[in-house]
């Protein structure tokens, strides 16, 4: 959802209504990515995650450019 709301502010700050009407028909909630057989641990202190490289990194892809990892 964050990353939703993210690409959704830059398509609205380009003035791209196109790409921002696609972004609002989208569901954030989706359970393809949970593996309900695996072992979760979440005691330990995770990385922080930047959003921001993400949607870049989507952007990029988006655009049909190669986006670094």
């Known amino acids: ?3 939703l ?4 502010e830059r398509a609205e700050r380009r003035g791209d209504h196109e790409q921002a009407d696609q972004i609002k ?3 954030p909630v989706s359970w393809k990515h949970v ?3 695996g072992q979760y641990d979440f005691l330990k202190a995770a990385a922080v995650i930047d959003l921001s ?4 990194w989507l952007e990029a892809f988006n655009r049909g450019g190669k986006a670094a990892n």
């Open 1 to 3: 959802a964050c990353i």
């Open 25 to 27: 028909r989208v569901s």
């Open 5 to 8: 709301s993210e690409l959704l």
């Open 53 to 56: 490289a993400i949607v870049d």
């Open 35 to 37: 593996n309900y057989y």
